[in-house]
């Protein structure tokens, strides 16, 4: 099935930059009921230039490393 993403990115008081990806799908464990389950995919340090590839890149990064870049469906 297809994953959907979310993706948070910020900066502690000592300038550290952090970014972090969860994964959101749906789970029909019983037929007709669905169940929505998510969980973090991945979570890492990064330069403090936040610039749109550099988070873009980071992303990528992630679902290669946890082997889902083709059942992603949505970035949020």
């Known amino acids: 099935g297809n ?3 979310t993706c948070d990115a910020w900066q ?3 300038v550290d930059g952090y ?3 969860t994964g959101h799908w749906i789970e029909e464990k019983v037929p007709m009921q669905w169940e929505i389950e998510s969980s973090l995919l991945g979570f890492t340090k ?3 230039a936040h610039s749109g590839k550099r988070l873009g890149g ?3 990064k992630i679902l290669d490393r946890v082997g889902i870049t083709q059942k992603v469906n949505q970035f949020i």
Do not use: D, S
């Open 58 to 60: 980071a992303l990528f």
């Open 19 to 21: 970014f972090a990806v």
């Open 3 to 5: 994953i959907n993403t």
């Open 12 to 14: 502690a008081e000592n």
């Open 46 to 48: 990064i330069n403090n």
